[in-house]
């Protein structure tokens, strides 16, 4: 998926694929060029390949792997290294736009937790992202996939993710404001570790800047609330959708659940995560998870850590440098606020 509007539909087989920037080995194959039209410059250190390469690399496009709203994506081979390629669709507006975007975007980054860039085409009218296959899929489907996950491995996941969007928000050398943070983005390599996928809907912010206007972006359930008041937003809205994340991986519910497709009639998993909380059921929200309630202590730090993210009010979430400090111990997490004073939930 790249951009998106908030209402768009979306599907657990959307594209989850992003990337980083390496330095790709020479053996398989050569590093190349520069530019895209309009002087959009693309990092010398990213690998180039032909178009048809990558027809041969994934044997004409036969594997699909999965489908966003800029293209698919499909499973090749180069040399001994399976590969995700996404390719995308010539027909749409802004996709040579959004691979420019997406290109020089993730050139800025290099973290354990973000999916890696192996390369790129721009070879006439075909636009591709070469990058590394992630054999375990998708966070969405681990959840809700019907196979419960462990805590263990779910809580692990949970400070993979809040690692790789500190770096996004501080550590990187433009600040990156993900916009679309959800389980569909969530990638899990064969040990499970989390790595966060598409930048395709990323927002830079240049250096000294910390705030951008912009249209709203992102997916329903996992949008903060600023993106509606049509002002300014932070990383702030990252905070908030990885809250909403963190609630799903604590419960291996969805955030948002429809009734008889009756849109005024939805569960929605921040409620029943704040009236578990207050009352005392973490055994409800998690459906009697022994492994979670064994380890209460994390279990209770986890719900109010994704509590605070949650907050209506920007100001009151946390930035993800100091959610990483809370789910480790590191600081006291102290009692959460109802996150939605003005709503209509028993808060």
Request: hydrophobic share 35%; charged share 25%.
């Amino acid at each position: 998926m790249w951009i998106t509007h908030f209402l768009t539909h979306t599907h657990d087989r959307l594209d989850p694929y992003t990337t980083r920037n390496i330095k790709i080995n020479s053996n398989i194959h050569k590093k190349v060029g520069n530019s895209f039209p309009d002087d959009t410059i693309v990092e010398t250190n990213i690998a180039r390949f032909t178009y048809q390469k990558l027809i041969k690399a994934t044997d004409g496009f036969k594997d699909e792997l999965g489908k966003g709203a800029f293209g698919k994506v499909y499973k090749g081979v180069i040399g001994t290294k399976i590969v995700a390629v996404k390719k995308l669709e010539t027909v749409v507006q802004d996709g040579q736009r959004e691979f420019k975007t997406e290109v020089n975007t993730i050139a800025r980054t290099h973290h354990k937790n973000l999916v890696q860039l192996l390369g790129y085409c721009d070879d006439g009218e075909n636009r591709l992202l070469i990058y590394e296959y992630m054999s375990n899929g998708t966070l969405a489907f681990f959840l809700f996939g019907g196979m419960r996950p462990s805590w263990k491995q779910r809580s692990y996941i949970a400070v993979g993710i809040a690692k790789g969007l500190t770096y996004l928000h501080e550590d990187c050398s433009n600040q990156i404001i993900h916009c679309d943070i959800k389980p569909q983005n969530i990638l899990l390599d064969d040990c499970y570790n989390a790595k966060i996928a598409d930048f395709g809907m990323a927002k830079l912010l240049m250096i000294n800047q910390s705030r951008t206007n912009t249209g709203i972006r992102g997916t329903k359930g996992y949008v903060a609330p600023e993106w509606f008041r049509n002002t300014p937003v932070t990383v702030k809205v990252d905070v908030y959708s990885f809250g909403v994340l963190l609630l799903e991986i604590i419960s291996c519910r969805k955030c948002v659940v429809f009734n008889d497709d009756d849109a005024e009639d939805a569960e929605v998993l921040m409620d029943l995560a704040w009236d578990c909380y207050q009352e005392g059921r973490l055994d409800a929200f998690v459906e009697n998870d022994s492994e979670a309630l064994d380890d209460f202590e994390k279990l209770t730090i986890f719900m109010r850590v994704g509590l605070w993210c949650v907050q209506e009010n920007p100001s009151l979430r946390p930035t993800m440098k100091k959610v990483i400090q809370m789910l480790e111990g590191v600081i006291e997490v102290t009692e959460p606020p109802c996150p939605c004073p003005f709503s209509v939930s028993s808060c």
